[in-house]
């Protein structure tokens, strides 16, 4: 099961920040490919390592990578390793 812990919300900030989460995802589990909107979103990777597809194109990715998923865009992490891959996603909104 993945984890997904709300560190802060669009109600802690005067504007901008969607949120500001930290998740855990278990050894060949994924986030999911899916498409955003009006926003902006960045993955740190703590911890493990995993791929990710932007715009259907595949990067391998691990601790201390930062991945920035532009507005509009398509994205998701597969953590296709024997390990966890823990995360800070932080989303803009861009209105």
Request: proline share 3%.
């Amino acid at each position: 099961m993945v984890e997904l812990y709300e560190i802060w919300g669009k109600a802690d900030f005067i504007r901008g920040c969607d949120f500001i989460d930290r998740q855990v995802i278990p050894s060949h589990l994924t986030v999911g490919y899916h498409k955003h909107s009006n926003n902006e979103e960045m993955y740190i990777i703590l911890e493990g390592t995993g791929t990710m597809t932007i715009d259907s194109q595949e990067v391998k990715v691990k601790k201390g990578d930062m991945i920035k998923n532009p507005p509009y865009g398509e994205h998701g992490l597969v953590n296709d390793s024997n390990d966890n891959i823990d995360l800070l996603i932080i989303q803009m909104n861009l209105e």
